[in-house]
């Protein structure tokens, strides 16, 4: 029961920190966990070019930071944020 509860912070952790992202381009859950994997790969090639040790804390605080921005990004777009659309379409158009 643990690693399911386990399991799901860390989607949760990884979808909602860039959901500002995905909703200011219209997108939905998809989109928002291929951006939050692309900006982990991000951060660790990022730590890895300038030698610096890849921790569970640098991690999430690129990903925090990532997730601010697209929070005000979308805020600023005057988009609905929280706001899901059910339309159960796995393509990115």
Do not use: C
Not at 38 to 54: D, E, G
Not at 61 to 76: E, F, S, W
């Amino acid at each position: 029961m643990m690693e399911v509860l386990q399991t799901g912070l860390v989607v949760a952790g990884l979808v909602l920190l860039v959901w500002g992202w995905a909703r200011r381009w219209g997108e939905g859950l998809l989109v928002a966990m291929v951006l939050s994997w692309h900006s982990l790969f991000s951060w660790v090639v990022f730590a890895t070019v300038f030698s610096w040790p890849i921790s569970r804390e640098y991690l999430a605080g690129g990903q925090v930071l990532v997730g601010i921005k697209g929070l005000i990004i979308a805020h600023r777009s005057g988009v609905k944020i929280w706001r899901i659309e059910w339309d159960f379409n796995l393509g990115w158009g």
